[in-house]
């Protein structure tokens, strides 16, 4: 991928529109690449080898894929819990136990998800997860995050800082998400890692 270059500061409409329209180049052969190597760089964080559970999320479209990380942490012991999207746009979370465990869900005509098809944890059950694992379209070098808009996961992270719960934060983008600047919201938290194809980056101490 070619690096994202902007004039000046953007909004985040405007950072969303630039990002999504290099994702949106890239080929089934780039996704299929950049996938395996995405999981063999998060697998050497210390976070995930030592965890018992992650809550994680099933990639779609564009998006660095996450099914190939998924199955390692799986085959490693590891308890992954993925998310099920709620009308409020809240998540609701399941066990993810193989691909044939998902089931493709469209939400009205916004979006098509993969979702956990076994039993609901309540959305609580994030709480329960020592890493989450974030989408998101970029990060800066202070570690905030760009999500997509709809909230999901600034709910999420509200719900772990109510519960007193601190999980790593780990967004999983390609190179050249890694950007100089992310605007930012009072509620926006950095997280602690970003991994890409190429490597890890950190942004505070280990939790």
Same mark, same amino acid.
């Given at each position: *991928? ?19 329209? =290099? ?33 994680? &999320?099933?990639? =779609?479209?564009?998006?660095? /894929? ?11 012991? =590891?308890? =992954? ?14 066990? &993810?136990?193989?691909? /044939? ?9 916004? *979006? ?31 570690? *905030?995050?760009?999500?997509? /808009?709809?909230?999901? &996961? ?19 983008? &390609? ?33």
């Amino acid at each position: *991928m070619r690096p994202i270059a902007r004039p000046g500061e953007p909004d985040k409409r405007s950072l969303r529109r630039e990002i999504l329209a =290099v994702r949106n180049g890239l080929t089934a052969d780039d996704l299929r690449e950049t996938s395996a190597a995405l999981a063999a760089r998060a697998l050497e964080l210390p976070e995930l080898a030592r965890a018992g559970t992650v809550a994680a &999320y099933v990639s =779609v479209g564009s998006e660095p /894929g996450t099914l190939a990380l998924l199955d390692a942490l799986r085959a490693g012991g =590891v308890r =992954v819990l993925l998310p099920a999207l709620l009308p409020d746009n809240d998540l609701d979370w399941g066990e &993810y136990r193989g691909e /044939g465990s998902l089931a493709r869900v469209r939400h009205g005509g916004r *979006m098509t998800l993969w979702e956990p098809a076994g039993e609901r944890l309540g959305p609580d059950a994030v709480t329960t997860a020592d890493a989450v694992l974030l989408p998101g379209l970029a990060v800066d070098a202070r570690g *905030m995050r760009l999500g997509r /808009g709809g909230g999901s &996961y600034d709910r999420v992270l509200a719900r772990l800082e109510r519960a007193g719960a601190h999980p790593a934060l780990v967004v999983l983008l &390609y190179d050249a998400e890694v950007v100089a600047h992310v605007p930012e919201e009072p509620h926006d938290r950095p997280v602690h890692a970003v991994v890409t194809p190429s490597g890890v980056r950190r942004f505070r101490q280990e939790p």
